[in-house]
């Protein structure tokens, strides 16, 4: 009986030693999360020292990235082509690594990028660059031509432009409006998030959804980041959070998909009614559909099967939601260290790992970002016929 007491007080030791040893954060040493192993064949398609990448398009096998500047001032191109292990501005230097002249000419902190369905890139540029007002100009949704580096569309945004604005993400549907129509996601510095509207052709612009459920954040949505559980505190911010932030199209462009980024809902409108200025932003609020959970996402993407490509910062991780509804665990990495930006084509899936988790302001003014910073990319294939 003594030799059995003795074993289970052994046993409950070795149990409060692994307690114990739970309950400490793991040190962050390196750019990989110290929390979660690896699965699924994850590819390295950029290693980059500086600046910190986040809107991603992959256009011809050419991979484009935007470096904002909305969370700090760097030096460098805020829009490139990695190219040859090197980032080369584009379209031009004077576009795209510019810091004087006319800010409506030039890009100033791009953030969010796509492509169209004929192969054109679009950025949707937030204006803004830490410790200044967004200047007169500076917030706009751009159109370019990957192939001659043409600027085909500049609609600055003013009407629906707030001066605490966060233009974050962006879809251009092809298929309404005579130059197509631009779908914003403005997750807002200042806790006023909604969707923007931009008809490309006229420059026509308004904010929908303002405070409604599907582009706020949820008061008490929690995180697990690093190690740490994390709870949303908009007083207090430990981790990226905000209001509408991921956004993606269907492949046919009737619906858009869309999600606050502190929130695991998913949630769809049909563009042809999105894009109809006469319909009020109270009876699109009617047609929001609520999809379920997808995660703890960030960006949103589309491949041409209709599947939809989740990042899930909390898993480390890459999710696909089919046209059902269901979903499956496509690659979790260490290394997905707040997985932002993501593209799909019909080969692989694209995923910038930004560490956004790590700046400063969430950190009691300390930079736990670990360079290099990585895009990766997991092949993908067309769905099975069984």
Not at 166 to 171: E, V
Not at 212 to 230: A, C, F, I
Not at 271 to 277: S, Y
Not at 379 to 385: F, G, R, V
Request: net charge negative.
């Amino acid at each position: 009986m003594k030799k059995l007491l003795s074993l289970f007080m052994a046993g409950a030791v070795c149990v409060t030693v692994v307690s114990s040893a739970q309950a400490a954060s793991p040190a962050i040493t390196s750019n990989l999360d110290p929390a979660f192993g690896a699965s699924g064949k994850v590819e390295i398609a950029a290693s980059i020292t500086a600046p910190d990448p986040s809107g991603i398009a992959v256009v011809n096998n050419r991979l484009f990235l935007t470096f904002p500047k909305h969370d700090g001032d760097h030096a460098g191109p805020v829009l490139a082509e990695w190219k040859d292990g090197q980032l080369i501005p584009f379209p031009s230097s004077a576009f795209a690594e510019s810091t004087k002249g006319d800010p409506a000419s030039r890009l100033i902190s791009p953030h969010g990028m796509t492509a169209d369905t004929q192969g054109n890139i679009w950025v949707i540029d937030d204006g803004k660059i830490k410790g200044h007002p967004i200047p007169a100009g500076g917030a706009k949704v751009v159109g370019i031509n990957p192939s001659t580096g043409q600027i085909i569309a500049s609609v600055v945004l003013k009407d629906a432009l707030l001066p605490d604005s966060h233009m974050n993400d962006l879809r251009v549907d092809l298929t309404h409006g005579a130059k197509g129509t631009a779908f914003v996601a403005d997750s807002s510095f200042g806790g006023h998030p909604a969707l923007v509207v931009v008809d490309i052709a006229t420059g026509q612009q308004r904010r929908v959804l303002a405070g409604h459920v599907s582009t706020m954040p949820d008061k008490g949505y929690q995180t697990v980041l690093d190690g740490r559980v994390l709870h949303y505190d908009p007083k207090h911010p430990t981790f990226p959070a905000g209001g509408a932030d991921g956004i993606t199209l269907s492949t046919d462009s009737q619906t858009l998909y869309y999600s606050p980024l502190a929130s695991r809902r998913l949630y769809s409108l049909p563009t042809a009614k999105l894009a109809d200025f006469s319909v009020s932003s109270d009876e699109l609020a009617q047609l929001v559909v609520d999809e379920g959970e997808k995660g703890a996402a960030d960006g949103l993407a589309t491949d041409p099967w209709n599947r939809i490509y989740t990042t899930a910062a909390d898993h480390d991780s890459i999710f696909r939601r089919s046209p059902d509804g269901g979903f499956e665990l496509i690659a979790s990495d260490p290394r997905f260290v707040w997985p932002d930006g993501i593209f799909a084509d019909s080969q692989y899936v694209y995923v910038v790992l930004g560490q956004w988790s790590r700046l400063p302001r969430l950190h009691d003014g300390q930079d736990l970002r670990k360079p290099p910073f990585l895009v990766a990319k997991v092949s993908i294939a067309p769905p099975s016929s069984r």
